[in-house]
C-alpha cells in the first residue's frame, strides 16, 4: 500500500461513495421534488468506465476496501453491471455495495450479484403502496418489493432498507415495518431527514427525530449493537424475537461526525469531504491516464487535509448542497 488516506484529526478512509450518475427517474419530495433536470443546456457527461476504474484504482491502492455505487439512480446507468465487475475486480477491493430505489432490482440483481456485488441498500420509505407513490412520486412499490425478493434468491444474506423518516406521512408506520422485518433478514435504518440547500418549508414541516423510535426500540427489549471499527454512523439494534434488526441514523446527534470513515466523488469527478459543505475537488484532469495515478493520490491526499471536523448541520448549515441526488446520499 502506498499511503493510507487520513485527515488532520486521524480518521482514516476505507469507505469509497461513488456516484455514477445525477439522472433518477423518482421525485422523491425530500430530494427531487420535480424530478431531474440537468444543470445548464449542456448534456451532463458523468465518469466513464476507465475513469471510475483509475478513480477506484487509486482509492483501493490507498486503503479503501468499500465502495459503494449510488447517484442519482446507479442503476439507470446502462453500464451498471459493467462499472460493479469494474470496482469489484480493483485489487484490495472487498466489499461492492450499492444503494438503489429498486425499479430494476427484480429484473437485473442477479447479474449484479454475479458481477461481484456484495451488498444491497434498497431505499424503501412506505409500505404503504399509496404513501409510497406520495413519498417517491412513482407508483412501483409491488415491483420494488419483487425486487427484494429477488435479491435474496440471488444470494444476498441481507438486504438494508433505507427510510427516511418523515413527520405525518410514514411515521405511524413503526408497527408496521418491525412486523415486516419480523421473518426477513433486513437491517431497516430509518435516516432522519437532512436539510439540502433546495429544502426550505419540508424539512420544518416533516423532520422527526429518531429518538422516539430509539426510546420505543429500548423499551421493548431491543438491544444496541457493539460496534466495529469499521462501521458507519449507525446506530442498531436487534432483538431475539426478530429475524431482521433496525438501525437508526441520526446525523443531528452529537458526535455524528466522529466516526466518520467516507469520502464520496461525484458522477462529475469532484472529490467531496462531506455530504455537505464543500464544493469539491476535481479529479477528473488526473482521470485520463494510467499514469496520473501517483498525482492523483497526492491530490486527493492534500484536499483530506482541509476536512473539517463536523457537518455543522445543527447550526443550520446545509452547505453547497442542492439535494443528496447531486453528491451521491
Ligand atoms: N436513488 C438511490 C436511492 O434512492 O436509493 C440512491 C441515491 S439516494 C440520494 C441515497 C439515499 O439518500 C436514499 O436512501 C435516500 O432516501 C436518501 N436521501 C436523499 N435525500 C435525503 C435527505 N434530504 N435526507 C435524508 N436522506 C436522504
Ligand atoms: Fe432518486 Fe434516490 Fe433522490 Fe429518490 S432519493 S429522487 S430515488 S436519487
New binding site residues.
Given amino acids: 500500500m502506498a499511503i493510507q488516506f487520513e485527515d488532520s484529526f486521524q480518521r482514516k478512509f476505507y469507505y469509497l461513495r461513488l456516484s455514477v450518475t445525477d439522472v433518477?427517474n423518482?421525485k422523491?419530495t425530500?430530494?427531487l421534488p420535480d424530478g431531474y433536470r440537468p444543470e445548464g443546456h449542456k448534456k451532463p457527461s458523468f465518469l466513464t468506465l476507465d475513469e471510475i476504474e483509475r478513480v477506484t484504482g487509486a482509492f483501493a491502492q490507498c486503503g479503501t476496501s468499500k465502495v459503494r455505487i449510488?447517484?442519482?439512480?446507479?442503476s439507470l446507468r446502462r453500464d451498471f453491471t459493467d462499472i460493479i465487475r469494474t470496482v469489484a475486480d480493483q485489487p484490495g477491493i472487498t466489499k461492492v455495495a450499492t444503494?438503489?430505489?429498486?425499479y430494476r432490482m427484480a429484473k437485473h440483481v442477479h447479474e449484479w450479484r454475479e458481477a461481484g456485488l456484495t451488498n444491497i441498500?434498497?431505499?424503501v420509505?412506505s409500505l404503504d403502496p399509496k404513501m409510497f407513490y406520495q413519498i417517491t412520486g412513482e407508483n412501483m412499490f409491488n415491483q420494488v418489493m419483487e425486487g427484494i425478493d429477488a435479491a435474496f434468491d440471488a444470494g444476498f444474506e441481507q438486504v438494508k432498507i433505507?427510510t427516511?423518516l418523515l413527520k405525518d406521512l410514514n411515521s405511524q408506520e413503526l408497527p408496521k415495518f418491525l412486523d415486516w422485518i419480523k421473518t426477513r433478514p433486513i437491517q431497516l435504518r430509518f435516516?432522519?431527514?437532512?436539510?439540502?440547500g433546495e429544502?426550505d418549508n419540508l424539512f420544518k414541516k416533516h423532520h422527526v427525530s429518531g429518538v422516539s423510535i430509539r426510546n420505543h426500540l429500548i423499551a421493548n427489549g431491543w438491544i444496541l449493537k457493539l460496534k466495529s471499527s469499521n462501521d458507519g454512523p449507525a446506530q442498531v439494534f436487534c432483538h431475539p424475537d426478530y429475524m431482521g434488526e433496525i438501525g437508526l441514523i441520526m446525523p443531528y446527534e452529537k458526535d455524528f461526525c466522529q466516526s466518520c470513515n467516507r469520502l464520496r466523488v461525484s458522477a462529475n469527478g469532484k472529490l467531496h469531504l462531506c455530504l455537505f459543505g464543500d464544493h469539491g475537488i476535481d479529479l477528473r484532469d488526473l482521470l485520463e491516464q494510467d499514469e496520473q495515478r501517483d498525482a492523483l493520490i497526492a491530490r486527493i491526499q492534500g484536499g483530506l487535509q482541509q476536512k473539517s471536523v463536523s457537518h455543522f448541520l445543527q447550526d443550520g448549515n446545509t452547505g453547497m448542497t442542492p439535494?443528496?441526488?447531486s453528491i451521491?446520499?
Avoid: K
Fill in positions: 433518477c423518482f422523491c425530500y430530494c449510488t447517484g442519482g439512480e446507479p444503494t438503489t430505489n429498486g441498500n434498497v431505499s420509505d433505507n427516511v435516516i432522519e431527514l437532512m436539510q439540502t429544502m439535494h443528496l441526488a451521491g446520499g
